[in-house]
């Protein structure tokens, strides 16, 4: 049984990267359902306040973002590799864009045209995740059409990307740049109405994401929340690797906040476990799980010393 815990629901196009890296690194894995919207009273404490999805779990670490997670699943399995010699710059450079600038159009004109179809509260959720107020139906409706004209420029990016006829972004073989922009193209299947027909003008599109889809997510096996939960509670941290702490940045054992730079900006406070340019650890203890250390990438993420 594998002890590869991933927390997620089925309409996240940020946990269909992840199910798609597990997949190409041949991995089995346990399946947690969360909420797609607050309270996550199986997930939040956890992450200790880290709401977003997804959230990969071993024992009683927790390695938050699908940036971090490719990392984690490279070190664990490094063939088939996510970054190949090369284009690492590029892959990463791509997977920023697709994840920040094409998503969120895609978001709002995806959720936009499905207004009636989406979960109960799951407009006014996000909306507020984005510190804005509630939107009406209409609003909502409104910015699918305008979001609409902010995602045909980069879809078509994509196909020239696909011009000459390479299978994967950057080559013979899918990279990070491939996972990050799949999920987005993934997600305009909708919930209900279709968006997909946005690709129609592109073969090059279809072809590719046919060869994405076709990595599949590896083995899945479902798992109760309160299972995960016992599973940390169970459990102790792993040890962490040496820490090379950057110009300025806490030290082990110093107390520090870590929340997300872009949306859903609730501070994690905790104890430096580990650090490095990459990756900030923070060790927490929860009366429901006890001690866990929580995993954050640095890029898209602010800390600050916790006084
Ligand atoms: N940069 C994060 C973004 C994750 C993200 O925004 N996930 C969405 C779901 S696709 C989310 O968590 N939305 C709010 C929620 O589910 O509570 C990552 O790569 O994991």
């Keep these: 049984m594998s002890d590869l815990i991933l927390h997620h629901y089925d309409f996240s196009n940020f946990a269909e990267k992840a199910r798609l890296m597990l997949g190409f690194k041949g991995l089995a894995w ?8 607050l309270p996550k009273p199986k997930l939040l404490p956890l992450t200790g306040g880290y709401r977003r999805i997804p959230i990969l779990q071993q024992g009683a670490d927790l390695w938050c973002d699908t940036r971090l997670i490719a990392r984690e699943l490279e ?10 010699d090369g284009t690492r710059g590029h892959g990463e450079a791509i997977a920023w864009w697709a994840e920040h600038q094409f998503i969120r159009p895609t978001a709002l004109f995806v959720s936009g045209i499905n207004a009636e179809h989406m979960p109960a509260g799951l407009h006014e959720d996000r909306a507020r995740l984005h510190g804005l ?5 209409e609003a909502v409706r409104a910015a ?3 979001n609409r004209h902010l995602v045909r420029p980069q879809i078509k ?19 990070i740049a491939d996972f990050a922009a799949y999920h987005v193209v993934w997600f305009y299947r909708g919930r209900h109405i279709d968006c ?3 690709f129609a003008p592109y073969p090059t599109i279809l072809a590719w994401r046919d060869r994405m889809a076709a990595i599949g997510h590896g083995k899945r096996t479902e798992m109760n929340p309160d299972e995960a939960l016992a599973v940390a509670r169970y459990a102790s ?5 040496p820490s090379q702490p950057q110009d300025g940045d806490p030290r082990p054992g110093e107390l520090a906040r870590v929340r997300p730079a872009d949306n ?3 501070w994690i406070e905790g104890e430096v476990l580990f650090i490095d340019a990459d990756e900030i650890a923070l060790l927490r203890r929860d009366p429901e799980v006890g001690e866990v250390a929580v995993h954050f990438p640095r890029l898209g993420y602010d800390w600050r010393r916790q006084h």
Excluded: H, N
Excluded at 133 to 137: G, Q, T
């Design 264 to 266: 859903a900006r609730d």
């Design 75 to 84: 070190r664990r399995v490094p063939s088939p590799t996510f970054f190949p």
């Design 237 to 241: 941290p792993g040890k962490p690797r």
């Design 144 to 146: 699918a059409e305008r």
């Design 196 to 198: 997909r027909a946005e």
């Design 133 to 137: 107020p509630p939107p009406s139906i």
């Design 157 to 175: 990016w994509l196909a020239e990307m696909l011009e000459d006829g390479r299978p994967y972004l950057l080559g013979g073989q899918p990279c």
């Design 30 to 37: 346990r399946s947690v359902e969360q909420p797609p919207i």
